[in-house]
């Protein structure tokens, strides 16, 4: 099986918890993937945020894209900049935040443990 997606016609939409947008790209139930849950984009504002939270059935991969911010992993906070790729299980609360005056771009994955 494969499937090609149109990506950039995919729109942003504002995510329902804290101050952010998601561009899912990828998701489980739409390809019919069976261990990716997700793949695609956040993109959060100036003095945006992305909430903590934690899912652990599924391992998950931060790749910055543009900007900088930090990423939020339990009580740590990691200064982010293009290029930083962080792998968090899942069961670990993590987040990201914005305190600069750019949009902060980072692409998510994750997959079914």
Partial sequence: MWVIIESDKVPFTPYPKGVSNIKRIVEQKNVGCKRFTG????????????????HPDRE???YVISG?????VGEKEIQAKPGLTLYVSGEDPHGLKNDR?????VLFVHAQI
């Avoid at 793949?39 to 934690?54: C, M, S, W």
Wanted: cysteine-free; hydrophobic content about 40%; glycine content about 10%.
């Fill in 101 to 105: 005056e750019e949009p902060f771009i």
């Fill in 60 to 62: 998950e991969i931060y």
């Fill in 68 to 72: 900088n911010g930090t990423i939020i």
């Fill in 39 to 54: 793949f695609g984009l956040l993109e959060i504002p100036p003095n945006g945020i992305f909430p903590p939270h934690t």
